[in-house]
């Protein structure tokens, strides 16, 4: 608005030296007498009117013989009100027809200018006001309104008293999602498995796996969450299966052919007595094992339980489309992709990957080691994109059908734009770049603020930002940058532009727990047991705490969980929390609440200050309220201005809401606005004016 009212000031500056112009034969210097009465009026306090400063018609007395006269002699007539500027008065020659005439052309045009300039400002300044009031909105998808919440299906909750979580204990729960306030829940994998990786190694891809249920289990919870309001989206794992699914089994028999599963693997044959080239599985050790009833090798990018498909084959991908067309026909909303930039490798199996000059090795490493070669001819190849495309198009041949159907891709690439080609195939890729909070430094609020932006501004029209602060595979956001600061994650995963996806348990600051080598039950920490505890991803996956009971709620008093509970379950959990009002858990339900106002799902983005340890970044649509959302990353406490005139930003404005829970409803002075060390503030000015 500011800016709007410095128009206004231009306008009445031009409609005023228009209308000196056209009734004035000297309009500079009548201009300048104008604006120079002007300040000295306001110098001395004056109230005064735009038409006090216009002097009346100052009388002009002509002497005989045409003679003028001299520049000294002022006058005025007896008319004149006292103390208004005077100018010389001059006596003139008459003038010719001709010059009388151009005048009067020259006064009109100017007359027409500025009545031009007149109604382009004016129209000009509706225009403003107008679309202040009527900014038109894109209809968002479910995915984009939602909070998507993350449940690790194992250690959620357990409804049958084996130590495992379960569907039945998922449905159970449902009630506390819809008090949170989730749109939609990721389920990480419930098919058939030997669970060598926890069923992301999948022996049946259109089954339940008992552990977690029947497949009457999976429609009940399905219904369950559609009945509230709420989506599903499952986890597909399409790189790879288990080394006993029947396509495997058949497969690994010969390679006849007779076979017609033969090609449904990556299969080679050895070189020079060992495997066809160098790779190196991501979880450490060759990528290749022989099978003696082949005489060949095959391929696999993670375990030797988990065999990697041939997405070169035809036959291979008409079956896992089939598979996806099985899920959306029972109505799941969305899928997530797993390891989607390993699906398909290079056709000539002969050629080595090349070293990485960057790799460090870690200290008793005795496994080679994923990160040690760089890797050409095993990801991110043009023949994986074909597919995802191809699957793209299938989630949209549903969505015409009814609700959209969602499908977002993992990737893990640290070259932003391979991460947004895939962004711009699926719906979104998930992005990784809040993993990195805690890792900054000295410099944690610049750091944060590279994190968000690098995303932001690789994205090009239309896409759809995303967050994430944890999942199963990376250490919880508590654990990374303490809990004290933890809070102002969930705020900037939550008030950021797009989708955060919540990994369950951050809403009440749950950290990761210490397992020993003994309860380590990540087959990647296992397989590296001189550095399992840099490789296990146990530790966030622990289950689930609801209250302070034995076995913190997750499963019966006097059952052993399949991992242990971290220590602190009896003072962190969903019960302890609920009746506390200025919990983790009621932060999260705050900031579920505020992402629904306008501003934050459909309001543009600015970084107003980011310092060693601050970021503030604003959030602004036109028509609403504007939120300023500052948090301190540092150690101590600091003190900043967030005033900005120019940008409309008030001086003072009141507290929405704070990382403590401990301000709301003050008004801060944005001058000189101080944040405590992991504090965040939310304040907001302005108001809706549709």
């Not at 200018?113 to 004016?122: I, Q, Y």
């Amino acid at each position: 608005m500011p800016r709007l009212a410095a128009c206004s000031v231009v306008l009445v500056l031009v409609v005023l030296v228009g209308y000196v112009y056209v009734t004035e034969r000297d309009p500079v210097s009548r201009c300048g007498g104008i604006i120079m009465s002007a300040i000295m009026r306001a110098m001395e306090g004056d109230d005064w009117e735009m038409e006090d400063l216009i002097p009346k018609q100052t009388a002009r007395q002509v002497h005989s013989g045409g003679e003028e006269d001299t520049d000294n002699s002022y006058q005025s007539s007896d008319n004149d009100d006292e103390g208004v500027l005077l100018r010389p008065s001059r006596k003139k020659k008459p003038a010719s027809l001709w010059r009388q005439g151009y005048g009067r052309v020259l006064n009109r045009a100017s007359l027409c200018f500025c009545a031009v300039v007149l109604a382009s400002l004016t129209l000009g300044s509706v225009a403003v006001i107008y679309s202040y009031r009527s900014q038109p909105r894109p209809e968002l998808h479910w995915w984009q309104r939602a909070v998507i919440y993350q449940i690790y299906p194992r250690s959620f909750q357990d409804s049958n008293g084996d130590g495992i979580g379960d569907l039945g204990g998922i449905e159970r729960r449902l009630d506390y999602l819809e008090y949170l306030g989730v749109g939609a829940v990721w389920l990480s994998p419930i098919f058939r498995s030997p669970m060598k990786d926890f069923g992301y190694d999948v022996s049946d891809f259109t089954d339940i796996d008992p552990i977690f249920g029947t497949m009457a289990d999976f429609d009940s919870l399905l219904k369950a969450l559609h009945d509230r309001d709420m989506r599903l989206i499952l986890d597909f794992v399409p790189n790879h299966t288990s080394d006993q699914h029947h396509w495997f089994v058949w497969s690994s028999r010969s390679r006849d052919e007779s076979n017609p599963y033969r090609h449904y693997y990556v299969w080679a044959d050895g070189r020079g007595g060992g495997p066809p080239n160098n790779w190196v599985s991501v979880f450490g050790g060759p990528a290749w094992t022989y099978v003696a009833s082949r005489d060949q090798w095959y391929l696999h990018q993670f375990l030797p339980e988990q065999p990697d498909l041939n997405f070169r084959c035809p036959d291979v991908r008409r079956h896992m489309e089939n598979v996806l067309r099985f899920w959306l026909e029972k109505g799941v909303d969305g899928f997530r992709l797993d390891a989607v930039k390993h699906l398909v490798e290079a056709a000539d199996l002969s050629q080595d990957e090349p070293p990485n000059a960057g790799y460090v090795p870690e200290p008793d490493e005795t496994l080679e080691q994923y990160g040690s070669l760089l890797h050409p001819w095993t990801t991110n190849l043009a023949e994986t994109h074909a597919v995802i495309r191809e699957w793209k198009s299938l989630m949209d041949e549903y969505s015409r059908k009814g609700s959209a159907r969602f499908i977002v891709t993992e990737v893990y690439d640290d070259d932003m734009k391979v991460l947004m080609t895939y962004n711009k195939e699926a719906d979104m890729t998930f992005n990784f770049n809040l993993l990195g909070l805690g890792s900054g430094g000295h410099a944690p609020g610049n750091h944060t603020r590279g994190l968000v932006e690098s995303w932001m501004s690789n994205m090009t029209d239309g896409e759809w930002p995303n967050w994430v602060i944890g999942n199963h595979d990376n250490h919880r956001v508590a654990s990374r940058v303490g809990p004290q600061y933890a809070r102002a994650a969930n705020m900037l995963l939550l008030l950021l532009p797009g989708t955060p996806f919540c990994y369950y348990g951050d809403e009440i600051g749950m950290e990761d727990a210490r397992v020993s080598y003994n309860d380590t039950r990540d087959t990647f920490a296992l397989n590296n047991p001189e550095t399992y505890e840099t490789k296990s991803r146990d530790p966030e996956r622990t289950p689930m705490q609801w209250n302070r009971t034995e076995n913190a709620g997750f499963t019966e008093a006097g059952v052993k969980p399949w991992l242990p509970l971290h220590d602190n379950y009896h003072r962190v959990n969903v019960q302890v929390q609920k009746v506390h009002p200025r919990s983790t858990l009621h932060l999260f339900r705050a900031l579920v609440e505020l992402r629904k106002e306008p501003t934050f799902l459909y309001g543009t983005i600015r970084y107003f200050l980011s310092t060693p340890n601050i970021f503030a970044f604003s959030r602004a649509l036109r028509g609403r309220p504007t939120y300023l959302v500052a948090m301190n990353l540092g150690g101590k406490s600091e003190t900043h201005s967030y005033y900005s005139w120019w940008d409309g930003w008030p001086k003072e404005a009141a507290v929405v809401l704070t990382s403590d829970m401990d301000r709301e409803g003050e008004m801060l002075d944005l001058k000189a606005l101080t944040l405590r060390p992991g504090e965040c503030v939310v304040v907001k000015w302005g108001r809706a004016w549709n």
